[in-house]
């Protein structure tokens, strides 16, 4: 009898179809800032691109929304110095160019979404749709300063 296909690799390939198909997790991992685990990120959020379109309107709706879930610890500027901003680890500060420029839509989106617990910073997928997240990133991109070289 001619050698066949592995059994083995088709019963592997069959199960990773399955969690596919079945809507598994996406593969994350933890990133580190400032010595602090805790950014849960897909291995690919650097290349996910903001869906929502750049302009006047959009960009009203993610000052608003900022208003409303972010600037209570990020400040109104985004400096971080909001009024329930933690005095022993501030937030990020929104307005550093640099900080900006480490941090692609896709990653600032997964940091919005899922938060972290040390430094806190609380996930939003509970308070916000995926689409307003995305519209925050769209304000939030021009609170900073290009980063100087």
Not at 37 to 43: A, C, M, N, T, V
Not at 74 to 101: C, F, Y
Request: hydrophobic share 35%; glycine share 10%.
């Amino acid at each position: 009898m001619p050698a066949g296909p592995n059994p083995a690799w088709w019963r592997a390939a069959g199960i990773w179809a399955w969690l596919l198909v079945a809507g598994a997790p996406v593969p994350l991992t933890s990133q580190t800032n400032g010595g602090h685990e805790g950014w849960q990120i897909p291995l690919d959020a650097a290349t996910e691109l903001n869906p929502v379109p750049m302009n006047p309107v959009e960009l009203a709706k993610g000052r608003s929304l900022y208003r409303s879930k972010c600037q209570r610890c990020h400040g109104v500027e985004g400096k971080g110095n909001g009024p329930d901003a933690d005095p022993n680890h501030a937030p990020s500060d929104l307005t550093d160019g640099r900080r900006a420029s480490r941090n692609p839509d896709g990653v600032m989106f997964y940091k919005i979404w899922n938060g972290r617990s040390k430094p806190k910073m609380p996930a939003m997928k509970s308070d916000m749709s995926r689409i307003d997240v995305w519209t925050v990133i769209l304000y939030v991109k021009t609170l900073s300063a290009p980063a100087s070289k």
